[in-house]
């Protein structure tokens, strides 16, 4: 996920004689994963998301929207029941499903269900959890930031943030596992240099094909192919400076255990306020202030898979 150490700083990690391959290898394996034709996101996550995003919040209407797509319900109370730890959620109604999973995880279980079942493959499952957890928290970030700017469309920055490091999928999908081991590539992702070189091209070329072939909105396309260089998109949407912002945010949250002993030591991560205020001109220095002070309060509830214990990913 985006920036999670200095990008110059690149670190050779060299796989036991006898199971390495070059990057074009590589390269070609991540085109055959893009190639298989993952499902794009069904239709009706737009309008689940707007429906959400909307005060008040119509369960009804989400409840009739999220019905009309069998695979969607199911999802949902598949979730519902891990939560509640039972094979079957006794449960019949959405504003239940609201209240235990949260608005927020109630959001990812409809807008990855889709997604989730085809990109296991053989990536260990800590990796994806990784790949989620974070891809959430930069969701959740995004969202806070785009509503407290009044964004529009209000749905789209928690949709960008979600999906804008989609593009690493297909290079998970094309690493060797037993070449590195879960968190020598777990620090790595996100390095682009790093990614270009081992694998020929990097997560954000592979989300911008994924974007073409989900045929995404141009401002959604934008946040996946430029996050990591937002200056070089021309005409810098809030929404790409929102999503920008909110992956610094976690990154530099997550900087101090993603730097193991092995790795150059990472650049000291910016603050919250030092984040917005540079990224995000537009709030001002007291909104800055104000609002990193609103995400600070609400980080612990940007976690998707706090307090379960359990492993496995939602859906699957």
């Known amino acids: 996920m985006g920036s999670l150490l200095p990008h110059a700083e690149v670190t050779a990690v060299h796989a036991p004689p006898g199971v390495r391959r070059g990057p074009a290898e590589r390269k070609a394996k991540v085109i055959a ?125 928690f949709l960008a943030g979600l999906f804008h490091d989609v593009g690493m999928l297909p290079l998970m999908a094309a690493a060797r596992w037993p070449e590195l081991e879960s968190a020598r590539i777990r620090a790595l992702l996100g390095r682009i240099e790093w990614e270009r070189k081992y694998f020929g091209l990097d997560h954000c070329v592979a989300g911008g094909l994924i974007a073409t072939a989900w045929e995404m909105p141009e401002r959604l396309a934008e946040t996946l192919i430029h996050h990591h260089d937002p200056a070089r998109s021309g005409d810098v949407s809030d929404l790409l400076r929102i999503v920008a912002a909110a992956e610094e945010i976690v990154a530099g949250c997550d900087a101090a255990w993603l730097a193991p002993h092995w790795l150059d030591a990472p650049r000291p991560p910016r603050s919250h306020l030092e984040i917005l205020t540079l990224r995000l001109p537009k709030t001002g220095a007291a909104g800055a202030r104000h609002l990193a002070s609103a995400i600070q309060e609400e980080w612990s509830h940007f976690g998707l898979f706090a307090g379960s214990g359990d492993p496995r990913l939602f859906g699957t």
């Open 33 to 157: 994963a893009l190639r298989k034709g993952w499902e794009p996101p069904s239709p009706l996550v737009f309008e689940v998301n707007r429906l959400l995003s909307n005060s008040p919040v119509d369960l009804g209407r989400i409840e009739a929207v999220v019905e009309s797509d069998a695979a969607m319900a199911r999802a949902i109370w598949a979730n519902c029941a891990s939560v509640c730890g039972t094979a079957e959620w006794a449960g019949d109604s959405l504003d239940e499903a609201v209240v235990l999973l949260g608005i927020d995880r109630f959001r990812f279980a409809v807008s990855t269900h889709s997604l989730l079942g085809q990109t296991a493959g053989g990536t260990p499952p800590e990796i994806l959890r990784w790949f989620w957890e974070r891809s959430f928290r930069v969701g959740c970030v995004s969202d806070r930031i785009g509503r407290w700017l009044g964004h529009f469309p209000a749905e789209y920055p």
